[in-house]
C-alpha cells in the first residue's frame, strides 16, 4: 500500500490528461439528464446499485416521465413504480426504499434533500457511495465515491490493501490533493470500466501501468 503524494499526484495527472469529465462527454448518463436537477440526481444514484448504466436509463426515462418531485414520487402507486424500474437490479426492494426515502425528505427535510453527508446517510436506500456522489455532483463538496470499478483499481494500483468500499473511500479522500479531488471519481470510474477490467485488464493500453502493482506487461 502506498499514500506516496507525488505518485498519487502524478496518477491524477494523466488520467486528467486522457479523460474527459462527464459533462463533457456524450455518456448516456448525461444525454439523458439523469443527474439534470437534484431529485433526479438522488433517484438515478440510488436506482443505480448493482446496475449497469444502460439498465438505468431504461428505468430513469420513464420514470422522470411520471415525477419530478418527492411528492409525486411518494404518490405513484407501489406496482406501478416497481414496473417502472423493474429493469434495474433488486427493484422490489427499490420500491420501498423510494418511498421510505420521499417519505423521510419531506417529513424530516421539508421536502429537500439534505446537503451534508450525515443526513443523506440517515435516508433509507442511500449508503456511502451514493451520499459521495451527492455530496461531490449536488452540493460541491469534493468527495470521490468508490464503487467496485474504483476499488479494484485503487487495489491494482497500491493505493490501498482491502475489499472494503468504505475503507477505501476513506483512505482515497485522505491522500488525493484537492486540486484533483473534484474530478478524481470520474477519472477513476472510466479508466477502471474501460481499461482496468475485472478478468482481462488492458494493461498493455494503461497510461499508469508504471505506477501500477498489478501489470500483467513487462
Same mark, same amino acid.
Not at 443505480?48 to 404518490?75: D, G, I, W
Not at 469534493?142 to 493505493?159: E, F, K, M, Q
Not at 477505501?168 to 477502471?192: M, R, S, V, Y
Given at each position: ?6 505518485k ?22 448525461m444525454?439523458?439528464g439523469?443527474s439534470?436537477?437534484? !431529485?433526479?440526481s ?14 438505468v ?5 420513464p420514470?422522470?416521465e411520471?415525477?419530478?418531485t ?17 429493469p ?6 427499490k420500491t ?13 427535510f ?25 455530496m461531490? !455532483?449536488? !452540493?460541491?463538496?469534493?468527495s470521490?465515491?468508490v464503487?467496485t470499478?474504483i ?12 475489499s472494503?468500499?468504505e ?12 486540486? !484533483?479531488?473534484?474530478?478524481a ?12 477490467h ?11 501501468c508504471n505506477?501500477?502493482s498489478?501489470k500483467?506487461?513487462?
Amino acid at each position: 500500500m502506498t499514500t506516496n503524494p507525488e505518485k498519487i499526484s502524478k496518477i491524477y495527472l494523466i488520467l486528467s490528461q486522457t479523460y474527459e469529465i462527464f459533462e463533457n462527454t456524450d455518456d448516456p448518463w448525461m444525454t439523458n439528464g439523469l443527474s439534470s436537477n437534484p !431529485f433526479k440526481s438522488l433517484v438515478s444514484v440510488c436506482l443505480s446499485t448493482m446496475t449497469t448504466t444502460s439498465r438505468v436509463v431504461k428505468a430513469c426515462v420513464p420514470l422522470y416521465e411520471k415525477v419530478s418531485t418527492f411528492e409525486e414520487l411518494l404518490k405513484l402507486e407501489d406496482e406501478e413504480l416497481r414496473e417502472i424500474i423493474k429493469p434495474v437490479a433488486h427493484y422490489n426492494r427499490k420500491t420501498k426504499n423510494l418511498k421510505v426515502m420521499a417519505h423521510q425528505i419531506i417529513t424530516k427535510f421539508n421536502g429537500e434533500i439534505p446537503s451534508n453527508k450525515k443526513d443523506l446517510l440517515s435516508l433509507q436506500g442511500v449508503g456511502p457511495k451514493v451520499a459521495d456522489i451527492m455530496m461531490n !455532483f449536488v !452540493f460541491d463538496t469534493p468527495s470521490i465515491a468508490v464503487d467496485t470499478h474504483i476499488l479494484r483499481l485503487l487495489n491494482r494500483l497500491g493505493i490501498v490493501k482491502t475489499s472494503s468500499a468504505e475503507i477505501a473511500a476513506e483512505t482515497i479522500n485522505t491522500i488525493t490533493p484537492i486540486e !484533483f479531488k473534484k474530478h478524481a471519481h470520474e477519472w477513476l470510474i472510466q479508466h477502471g470500466m474501460k481499461v482496468c477490467h475485472a478478468r482481462k485488464p488492458k494493461c498493455e493500453e494503461c497510461v499508469i501501468c508504471n505506477y501500477c502493482s498489478y501489470k500483467t506487461i513487462g
